[in-house]
C-alpha cells in the first residue's frame, strides 16, 4: 500500500526511541507509525555504515538522501483524507441498520477519486485493531513533561501609550512530581512557544525523555512558506536534547487530564493572587508569575507529607538528562531553485546565496536557521553562509564561473597591470582615464572594451590610436574605436603632431644664448 514518506525528524525520533532500547512495537504506537514501517526503518539503521548517534547528527537532507535513495517521495492524499474521519465511522457502525458499504458509498459521493471498496474496508479494520482499552497511566521519574497554554490570557500596561497588552501563558508539568513551571510570552507563535520550553528546560536543569504537547495551535502540523511545521520543529528541539515527542491523543481526555489540572491551580493559586496587581513590562509579569508559581510548588500537597518542589528535587531531577553544551536554534526548511546568477533568493530575508554555478537549474533543500543558511542540492552540502537580514548578496568566489570572476577582481590596479604588460600606449591611456575619477563602474566597462579592440587590431595602428586619445584626451572607447577604423582620420589627426616635432639641432643655427 502506498503511503507517505515520514519526515527526517520524525525518523530521527525513531532512531532516539530505538537506542533508548524500545521495543519496535511500541515506537509505532508512540509514533503513529505502521509496525511494519517501523521495521523497515529499524533494519535500516541496522545496515547503515554511521551509527545511529551519527545519523542524529546529520541534517534531515543528508539523511533522507541515505534512507530514501532512488525513492521518490510522494504523498496519498487519500489516506489523509479518512484518517480523520474514523471516529465518526466507528460511531456509525454502532448502529445496526449501518453497514461497512454505506459508509463507503458516501464516502465515494463525496471523494470521486477515493479509496475502492477493498481498500477501504482494509484501513477501517487496521484502525480499530489499532485501538487499545485504556488503562491506568503510571509516572515515572524524569520520563515525560506536559505541554500546554493556559486558556485565559493574562495581561500588563504599556508605560508609553497606556496600552493594554494581553499575553499567553505557557504552563508545563511534570507529571510525576506535579512541579509546575509557567511563563508569559506574547503570542503562541513558533518562536514563542519553542522560547518558553527552552527557558522552562533550563529552570528545571535538565531534560525528560518524552515531552507530551497538547494539540495547541503551536503544536499542529503548520503549512507556511516562510515558517515552518511547530511538530517538525518541535522534533528538532526534541533531537537536539536527546528526548522524544509524543502528542497527546485527539479525543482522549485522559491524555491531558493532568496538566489540564495544572492549569486549572495556576488559575486559583497564580492568576487569582495576581488580579489586583498592575504590571507595565512583560519581565515585570513573569517576575510575578515566576515567584507565585514556587510558592504553589512550595505548597505541601493534600494527603502527602512533602511538597512538588520536595519531591521532584529529591526524586526527580536526578533523572533528567543533561542539556546540551549548544542552545537550540529553530530550523526552517524550503525548497528553491537556483537562478542564473548560480544563487537562490530567500525570500524572508529578501537576500541571494551564492551556489556553485554548476547547479544552475537544479532544485535546493534550505536549511536556515538565525544564523546559518545551509544550501543542499541532492542530498549533497552545496553551499553554508551566514544568514544575512538585509537585502543584497552574499556570494563566494568560488561559486563563480571564471568570468563571473573577473568581475570581483576589477579595481584600477587591476586594469593599469594588465595594460602595462600589452603596450606603453594602453597604459599610458588606461591610467590616464582613472585620473578622470568617474564612475568606476562606467570606467571598467570602458576599459574592458579597449583591452577586447586592442586584442582584434593590428598593434601599431591600436598603438598610434591610444596614444592620439591622450594627446587629443579623448578617452572614450568610441573615439580609439573611430580612429581604427577610419585610418584617413587617424593620418589627418597625425599630420599636425609630426609638424611639432622639434627641428634637429645644427651647428648654424644660433641659439637663445647668442641673443644675451
Known sequence: MAGKVKRMSTIKQLVQLHLSGVSNRQIALRLNMYKATVNNYVQKIRNESLSPRELLELDDPVLEKRFH????????????????????????????????????QEYRAQHHNGYGYSQFCY????????????????????????????????????????????????VATLPFSDYTFTMAVPDQSTDSFIYALTCCIEH????????????????????????????????????????????????????????????????????????????????ELNQALAD????????????????????????????????????????????????QNNCIYLGRDKHYYSVPFRYIGQKASIVYTRTLVKIYVKGELAATHVRNYKYGYTTLREHLCSTHQHYLDRSPEYYINKAKERSQELYVLIETIFKTNDTPELLY????????????????????????????????????????????????????????????????????????
Open 204 to 283: 528545571l536543569g535538565g531534560c525528560p525523555k518524552i515531552l507530551v504537547p497538547d494539540n495547541l495551535k503551536a503544536a499542529v502540523i503548520k503549512a507556511d512558506r516562510y515558517e515552518p511545521r511547530i511538530n517538525n520543529v518541535l522534533e528538532d528541539f526534541a533531537n537536539h536534547y536527546g528526548c522524544v515527542v509524543i502528542p497527546t491523543r485527539v479525543a482522549h481526555p485522559k491524555d491531558k487530564a493532568l496538566v489540564e489540572s495544572s492549569v486549572h491551580r495556576i488559575y486559583q493559586r497564580v492568576y487569582a493572587r495576581l488580579r489586583n496587581h498592575l504590571f507595565f513590562s512583560l519581565e
Open 292 to 339: 507565585k508559581t514556587r510558592d504553589h510548588n512550595q505548597t505541601r500537597m493534600q494527603q502527602k507529607p512533602y511538597s512538588r518542589e520536595e519531591k521532584f528535587l529529591a526524586e526527580e531531577k536526578p533523572t533528567l538528562r543533561p542539556l546540551s553544551q549548544t542552545p537550540f536554534e529553530i530550523k526552517y526548511y524550503c525548497e528553491l531553485k537556483v537562478a
Open 69 to 104: 535513495a532512488g525513492s521518490p517521495a510522494y504523498c496519498d492524499g487519500r489516506f489523509e483524507v479518512i484518517k480523520n474521519l474514523f471516529p465518526h465511522w466507528e460511531n456509525e457502525l454502532k448502529n445496526k441498520h449501518v453497514t461497512k458499504h454505506l459508509l463507503w
Open 445 to 516: 566597462k570602458r576599459c574592458d572594451g579597449l583591452m577586447s579592440l586592442q586584442r582584434k587590431t593590428d598593434p601599431v595602428l591600436y598603438n598610434k590610436a591610444c596614444q592620439l586619445a591622450v594627446d587629443k584626451n579623448i578617452l572614450t572607447y568610441q573615439f580609439v574605436r573611430s580612429l581604427i577604423e577610419n585610418k584617413i582620420m587617424l593620418q589627418q589627426l597625425e599630420a599636425p603632431r609630426e609638424r611639432l616635432k622639434p627641428l634637429p639641432r645644427h651647428e648654424n643655427i644660433r641659439g637663445k644664448k647668442y641673443y644675451q
Open 123 to 170: 484501513h477501517l479494520q487496521q484502525m480499530s485493531v489499532a485501538r487499545k482499552p485504556s488503562a491506568i497511566l503510571t509516572h515515572f521519574a524524569g520520563e515525560k513533561l506536559f505541554l500546554d497554554f493556559a486558556g485565559d490570557k493574562l495581561q500588563y500596561v504599556d508605560r508609553e501609550t497606556g496600552e493594554i497588552i494581553l499575553v499567553q501563558v505557557f
